[in-house]
């Protein structure tokens, strides 16, 4: 298999993957991301399914790209029309959860489900999603960090999405605390080497409108400029 299509099989199983842990978290009713929060508020609010609301945040969202100057990749645009999908195919086959001693299990397993999901199509280098290209160009517009702005507009998300009728919970906690240590495991055991002869132990970052390799085993860069946070997600 080559190079690229090994890169196409990580980036579609990975967004594949990501709905799938999506729904599975939502079925187990412990909380849910603060997006996903955002997502089944507007549903709560419209009678549409979490999924289509995701596809459509999202394809709204990468409008907002093109004031920012911000490009959209491949991975962009799969992102905006697979994630939505896949949330709502697996919701339909798997039923919720309600005992306690299944919710827990569940719930750690999306979340895990998750991290790999993200490692896949991150480390596939076709493009952030529609989420977090708009982070990292307000990051540049703004001039302030990509942990600052990522976490000013979760916050935001999360109580709109809350006051809206969304779930938040003993999940979206968990998922806080716990996707960037799984994301960076995943990143460094998936990442692969560039088309330039790149070790494949580095990511490319931007952050302050300064861009950079960031070493994700050795949390080391390759600039003076240490980024604020890996995203994953």
Do not use: C
Request: hydrophobic fraction near 50%; aromatic fraction near 6%; avoid cysteine.
């Amino acid at each position: 298999m080559s190079r690229l299509s090994r890169r196409l099989v990580q980036l579609y199983l990975g967004l594949l993957l990501y709905g799938a842990s999506a729904a599975l978290l939502l079925r187990a009713g412990l909380g849910l991301v603060p997006w996903d929060v955002f997502h089944q508020g507007v549903g709560e609010r419209t009678g549409l399914s979490l999924g289509l609301v995701v596809n459509i945040t999202g394809l709204l969202l990468l409008l907002l790209w093109w004031p920012l100057r911000e490009r959209p990749g491949l991975g962009t645009v799969s992102n905006v029309l697979l994630v939505g999908l896949s949330l709502d195919a697996t919701a339909a086959l798997v039923p919720p959860v309600t005992p306690l001693a299944g919710q827990i299990p569940l719930m750690l397993g999306a979340v895990a489900l998750n991290g790999l999901a993200t490692g896949l199509y991150l480390s596939a280098r076709f493009g952030a999603g529609p989420r977090d290209g708009l982070m990292t160009a307000l990051s540049r517009v703004t001039g302030r960090s990509v942990r600052l702005v990522r976490t000013s507009i979760e916050i935001a998300v999360l109580a709109v999405g809350i006051a809206l009728g969304g779930t938040a919970g003993a999940g979206t906690v968990v998922y806080a605390l716990a996707i960037g240590p799984l994301a960076q495991f995943f990143l460094r055991v998936l990442a692969r080497p560039a088309a330039g002869g790149d070790t494949g132990g580095t990511m490319d970052f931007e952050d302050r409108g300064k861009r950079g390799t960031v070493r994700l085993w050795s949390r080391r860069v390759d600039r003076d400029n240490e980024p604020s946070s890996a995203d994953a997600g």
